[in-house]
T-cell receptor
């Protein structure tokens, strides 16, 4: 089983719908991140969390919200999806003592 | 505003050649500079990283060159192989908290 698991892996939805992307990890890391990947724009940070009670906005948080339900679970929500939120979304984890980010395999979201 | 600028956007190299990808940054508070490798359908994975107290780090065929005064760093892939074909991202962070990524370089190694 993957250390960082994202669900769903693919999702097609319509404008205005609420969408939740979920991330769970078995690495025991305290820090979790949500990134968005777009061609030519690289990876951009949406939100990050250093523990269950700590949530921080990243570079592009508008239109998104997150919930850290437990140390191992971090979900990303789009309250009212719009077409320019069509992208590949990655969850990542990191321990506080290491510099390495561990990424999930991504969730491809298409908003029609 | 892009915190880390990466070039080129794409790169085609013959097998056995040297692949070079460059990155530049402005924020002198950055203290950790990793490179990530991403294969299609997969998440990025750490390839190699450097801290600004050294000018070069080598791991196998992969080398990071770091120029603190120019605020630039680069990835060199020696003896490039078709299996190295992937997208490469440079990144920078402050105390290992927020990571800022470059826009990525798609490398194709031709057999």
């Amino acid at each position: 089983d993957a250390d960082v698991t994202q669900t769903p892996r693919n999702r097609i939805t319509k404008t205005g719908k609420r969408i939740m992307l979920e991330c769970s990890q078995t690495k025991g890391h305290d820090r979790m991140y949500w990134y968005r990947q777009d061609p030519g724009l690289g990876l951009r940070l949406i939100y990050y969390s250093f523990d269950v009670k700590d949530i921080n906005k990243g570079e592009i948080s508008d239109g998104y919200s997150v919930s850290r339900q437990a140390q191992a679970k971090f979900s990303l929500s789009l309250e009212s999806a719009i077409p320019n939120q069509t992208a590949l979304y990655f969850c990542a984890t990191k321990s506080g003592s290491s510099g390495e980010l561990f990424f999930g395999e991504g969730s491809r979201l298409t908003v029609l | 505003q892009q915190q880390v600028k990466q070039s080129p956007q794409s790169l085609i190299v013959q097998k056995g050649g040297i692949s070079i990808i460059n990155c530049a940054y402005e924020n002198t508070a950055f203290d950790y500079f990793p490179w990530y490798q991403q294969f299609p359908g997969k998440g990025p994975a750490l390839l190699i990283a450097i801290r600004p107290d050294v000018s070069e780090k080598k791991e196998g065929r992969f080398t990071i060159s770091f120029n603190k005064s120019a605020k630039q760093f680069s990835l060199h892939i020696m003896d490039s192989q078709p299996g190295d074909s992937a997208t490469y991202f440079c990144a920078a962070s402050i105390t290992g908290n927020q990571f800022y990524f470059g826009t990525g370089t798609s490398l194709t190694v031709i057999p």
